[in-house]
């Protein structure tokens, strides 16, 4: 069996934007390349897992999310990073009604667990809100991180106000 890092995308793997759907608008997150890197080495998958609701309320399409997953995964690439796979939900539940994939919803982390063989209690999620942490705990992740300067209560095991307390 594999481990895996699960990683939010918008606010942990790049610095939040709005709808993010454009390259020129990419912005890595302070330290996220070193603690891949440092997962990595581990023998941990890298994989992102990110609502995309934009997709849903006509915001950018599927192609667009697919050009810059593309591109982020070569960009990773050329730092020795290795992402396995990018899950997303293109849902919203007040235009599409409620599906397994959305966060808070585990959907994304099963389908990688059984797409990648792997084993859940030896994973690690790093999330930016609680509906990451919830759909990681309900997927079966033990080790959860929560990556926020706003909250001071979590279901995370750790509460973390930059990627740099992990290394």
Same mark, same amino acid.
């Given at each position: 069996m594999h481990k895996a890092l699960f990683l939010d995308r918008d606010g942990v793997v790049n610095v939040e934007k709005n709808y993010l759907h454009k390259i020129d608008d990419f912005e890595l997150m302070e330290g996220i #390349?070193?603690?891949?890197r440092r997962y990595q080495?581990?023998?941990?998958?890298i994989i992102i897992v990110t609502?995309? $609701?934009? #997709? $849903?309320?006509g915001y950018y399409t599927e192609e667009d999310f697919a050009i810059l997953s593309r591109w982020m995964v070569e960009h990773f690439k $050329?730092?020795?990073i290795e992402i396995t796979h990018i899950y997303y939900c293109p849902h919203h539940e007040s235009i599409d009604g409620v599906c397994e994939c959305r966060k808070p919803e585990p959907g994304m982390f099963l389908e990688a667990q059984q797409t990648y063989n792997l084993d859940m209690s030896a994973s690690v999620m790093i999330g930016d809100n609680e509906r990451d942490i919830e759909a990681s705990l309900r997927a079966g992740v033990?080790?959860?991180i929560l990556l926020s300067s706003d909250v001071t209560v979590s279901k995370a095991e750790r509460i973390i106000t930059s990627l740099k307390e992990l290394l």
């Open positions: #390349i070193e603690v891949c080495e581990q023998g941990y998958l609502n995309q $609701s934009g #997709i $849903s309320r $050329s730092f020795g033990k080790t959860n």
